[in-house]
């Protein structure tokens, strides 16, 4: 079992930086690959980036190539996605998730957090 919190969304200005973390609890963290996902009212949970239990291995979104970086720490249990170059277009709910394969549909992860709100104001 896993649990996920996530912290650090907020609201900036288009074209700030955020970093959003996913702190995670059992022992089994490094094993797992951690994804962020992102949610607007009325859609669904789009992805956003993964990264494997190693590290080596991400995968990003078009939309926000070049612009966000996640990044995990396995003695510490957490993963991060550092965001810069905010559009409003990336003003959303964002969740992490943690689940066995590198996959972009959010039906692969098994855990996940209770959500952050990231707004983006032009």
């Known amino acids: 079992q896993v649990q996920l919190i996530e912290s650090g969304g907020g609201v900036v200005q288009a074209g700030g930086s955020l970093e959003l973390s996913c702190t995670a609890s059992g022992r089994t963290f490094s094993t797992y690959y951690m994804a962020w996902f992102r949610q607007v009212p009325g859609k669904e949970r789009d992805f956003v980036a993964y990264?494997?239990?190693?590290?080596?291995?991400?995968d990003y979104v078009d939309s926000v190539k070049g612009r966000f970086t996640i990044s995990r720490d396995n003695t510490n249990n957490t993963a991060h996605l550092q965001m810069n170059s905010l559009k409003p277009e990336d003003t959303a709910v964002y969740y992490c998730?943690?689940?066995?394969?590198?996959?972009?549909?959010?039906?692969?992860?098994?855990?996940w957090g209770q959500g952050t709100q990231v707004t983006v104001s032009s």
């Open positions: 990264i494997s239990w190693s590290g080596r291995d991400t």
């Open positions: 998730a943690a689940g066995r394969g590198p996959h972009r549909e959010y039906f692969f992860y098994d855990y």
